[in-house]
């Protein structure tokens, strides 16, 4: 009986080897393999970089790229000055805009108006280091300035600057900049209008404006305003709102405006700017009937500057005082109606023709004198200072 239990057991035991065996086999051939090669992903890494651009539309990887690409070299500018109230107390001002840096050495486009008067200048790049600035120069009358830091061994991001003659109405803009003190802030729109001329304050205006709808506020100054390759094409310069805040209108100067300037003040230190060397007075408001003059429109010239551009090619100035209300001014000086073609009525016209020359080029100024219509050439001169 024994001999029968023994000989169960040992075909039990077997049949269980064979198929554990069997079992063992099949998993082996037929089951889950170890990977052949075996990596640490690090969490949030390039692999998650990876999977949220691939979440991203086309549109949209374009806007993240070329804000990661033009955001360190923009620039947030802090300034300081002094005022003096009624009691002539010392008051500080602070005030604050943006820029872009263009050259490795340290040179940052902004606005005049964004540094007027600022007795220190700090800039804060996109990495949040500081740096005092130098003011270099400006040319007011087209509200672009140039200032400098400097670098100390620090390899500087470098915005590209574009062609702003080749831009189309509709194509697709992006601005950066610091509006109300919120750095590297991005918001994009289209190019909706070109070729406006924008008169800014009394002294300044944007000619061949960029209009946009990009959202532009108080502190986007001086920014630049980039194309969909990453190119520069203006600088925020404006807005047109009435409540202080954007509407959907803004403009920026023409970046081919703004190299030239550049050129200049790297090169020599100063704007190279034409300059005509009269005085006048507009003949708006019925001026030009009172005076029994032979035009209604245009410009009568009060005074030249001696030696000026003006006075040498022959150009009258007034040769008796007159007074209007409170004012006093000459009369009996030749009346400027048109400037190489292009007709002017007040000094905004002037300064617009000017814009287009540069020192030593011949204008023909188109002047009565008296009741004689005649065209003089005018070598223009250079004007000093800002």
């Given at each position: ?314 150009i009258h100035g007034g040769d008796r005082t007159a007074q209007a209300g409170?004012r006093l001014f000459h009369i009996g000086g030749d009346v400027i109606v ?49």
């Amino acid at each position: 009986m024994s001999v029968v239990n023994t000989s169960n057991r040992a075909r039990i035991i077997i049949a269980a080897l064979v198929l554990i065996l069997g079992a063992f086999w099949a998993g082996a051939r037929f089951g889950p393999r170890d990977p052949a090669k075996v990596e640490a992903v690090r969490l949030g890494g390039s692999s998650g970089a990876a999977q949220r651009d691939g979440a991203l539309t086309e549109d949209e990887s374009i806007n993240v790229h070329i804000y990661h690409q033009a955001s360190p070299a923009v620039a947030n500018i802090l300034t300081k000055a002094t005022e003096y109230d009624f009691f002539m107390e010392p008051v500080p001002i602070q005030g604050a805009g943006s820029g872009f840096i263009i050259d490795p050495r340290g040179y940052i486009l902004t606005n005049y108006h964004v540094v007027e008067g600022a007795q220190s200048i700090e800039v804060v790049l996109g990495d949040q280091s500081r740096h005092s600035a130098k003011y270099i120069g400006a040319d007011q009358r087209n509200d672009v300035a140039l200032i400098k830091i400097e670098p100390k061994g620090k390899e500087l991001t470098v915005l590209k600057l574009g062609d702003s003659s080749a831009i189309q109405v509709g194509q697709k803009v992006l601005a950066i900049g610091n509006p109300f003190g919120f750095q590297s802030t991005l918001t994009t729109g289209v190019v909706s209008a070109l070729g406006r001329t924008v008169q800014t304050s009394q002294t300044t205006f944007i000619e061949e404006a960029i209009q946009t709808d990009a959202a532009i506020n108080q502190g986007n100054s001086g920014g630049p305003l980039i194309d969909s390759h990453g190119n520069v094409i203006g600088i925020n310069s404006a807005i047109y709102t009435p409540s202080g805040t954007t509407a959907g209108i803004g403009f920026a100067i023409p970046i081919n405006t703004a190299k030239s300037i550049a050129n200049d003040l790297i090169t020599s230190g100063r704007v190279h700017r034409a300059f005509l060397g009269v005085e006048t007075i507009s003949l708006g408001g019925g001026l030009g009937g009172a005076l029994d003059l032979p035009v209604q429109e245009g410009l009568l010239v009060d005074s030249v500057t001696k030696g000026g551009p003006a006075a040498l090619a022959g150009i009258h100035g007034g040769d008796r005082t007159a007074q209007a209300g409170m004012r006093l001014f000459h009369i009996g000086g030749d009346v400027i109606v048109a400037i190489d073609g292009q007709k002017v009525a007040n000094q905004f016209d002037v300064n617009l023709v000017l814009n287009h020359h540069r020192p030593g080029n011949i204008v023909s100024v188109t002047v009565y004198r008296g009741g004689k219509k005649m065209d003089i050439p005018v070598k223009l001169g250079e004007r000093e200072g800002n």
